[in-house]
């Protein structure tokens, strides 16, 4: 736990603009890391090497990702990256997707943070507020935002921040599409994302694993929407919402996505480990992200 604590001045704050870049290689490594298979007709035209398919929205939201983790904002936060590791998580998230994005580019990411907050408990809470723009032409290929989660780091005069609140409903899912995660997982994640952060591969505290990582839980929900309500096809997926992160996930834990169709294209899901499936010796389903909400065109 840090002793610092966020200043509630960094509201407003803006960065410099980061570019990054990507190819058809980070498409099918992501497809791949969220379980695609050359077996299965639907993930297939993302794994081939002739393929005619878009780059994976993914891809946009692991640039913003890259570019909160930069020295120059986490510095700002909390006093650096390695502060980061220990006290930071996100829990709640929105990316909103403009258009096809190209198999391969470069884009440029403006970025700062809008709002921060403090809960009852003495954490911090930070809009961190994205905008990811086609580096050649200007074309704005996604917006969103990432609510981060700082322990202990609240300051009594920051206020409150309310993360989304999605109801989902109390009936039995619509779909529910099971998996198994590999032992290797984050390592599969960290390749086309770039997110190297230890906690994914050191085994810290009281935890029974190294920590699956948020963002490919989050692209392996938007793949699996893709395959219950889009013929596979991600690059439908318009939007996505996260209400809440409220526990980890320990590979080798396998999981489920459930989903509720609602009509016209919205989507509410659940990702969770089963309860037969727990390693951190918890008792009954254990749910990893909840309150989803994605657009489907």
Partial sequence: ???????????????SDFEFSWDWDTTQLIVRAT?????????A???MRDSDRPGHPMILFNGALVARNREEVMGALIGGYDVWQDVGRWGSGHAEFKGKIPRAGSAKVGCGFTEVGATSKGHALVRFTFEVDDAASGERLMDGWMLLFLLGCGHPDAGKISPPRIAVPERAADQVLAHETPVDVT???????????????????KNPAPLVHGPRNMALVMQDA????????????????????????????????RFWDEGDGRVLGRLVVPAAGRIDGGDGD???????????A
Avoid: C
């Fill in 286 to 296: 254990k749910v990893v992200i909840d309150q989803i909400e994605l657009k489907v």
């Fill in 1 to 15: 736990m840090a002793d610092a604590k966020v200043d509630p001045a960094v509201a407003g704050k803006r960065f």
């Fill in 226 to 257: 893709a395959r219950a309500f889009a013929d596979g096809r991600v690059d439908r997926i318009k939007s996505v919402t996260l209400g809440s992160m409220p526990a980890p996930q320990y590979p080798p834990e396998p999981s489920e996505t």
């Fill in 35 to 43: 379980g695609g298979s050359v077996a299965n007709e639907v993930d």
């Fill in 187 to 205: 390592f599969d994640w960290a390749l086309p994302s770039g997110d190297w952060n230890s906690t994914h591969f050191v085994t810290k505290g």
């Fill in 45 to 47: 035209p993302w794994m």
